[in-house]
């Protein structure tokens, strides 16, 4: 949790790599998912907004939402990690969500999340309209989203660590939400 928390001291001091604060409302977003098999298990449509999940009045209400902004071009280091995070969290109301942002080609992209056999949605910013607001300058990068709709973490850690310290960020926002 040090992790986090720092970084997200350190980013806020930097030039903005994203633009709202933790405790600040998340900005919503509607993205096609290319692997719709995992949309439409999540949301029951090709299509994943964040409002679905999060929110006043979502119609699949989650504890929280992992939103992972990433460039196919750079591997799929972190996907196997988040795939672990999803399985382990699913059944206590979280939901993950990867963004992929350098990708134009919709058909390409879902080539690419079958070959990589990802369960959870992956979301297709064709113009980068979504990293853009918010502001993602750098790779991959990882937002925790809470039920309310606020910003809750941010953070870029190495794909050997994300796991274990998304985790860590994830069970302390749930047991805040339990409490």
Known sequence: MLFWLALTALLWASPSPVAVAPGAPALVFDLPAANARAAKALVEDDSVALTDLTG????????????????????????????????????????????????????????????????????HDAHQIVSSRYAVTTYPLTIVIDGEGRLFAVGQPEPVELERELGAELEGLLGQSAG
Do not use: C, Y
Request: proline share 7%.
């Open 56 to 123: 006043p009045m979502p119609a699949h209400p989650q504890k929280a939402v992992v939103v992972h902004f990433f460039r196919t071009r750079d591997g799929d280091g972190a996907m196997a990690g988040l795939e672990r995070v999803r399985r382990r969290f699913q059944n206590r109301g979280v939901a993950v969500l990867a963004i992929a942002t350098d990708q134009p080609n919709f058909n390409a992209l879902s080539v690419w999340a079958s070959s990589q056999n990802i369960r959870f949605p992956v979301l």
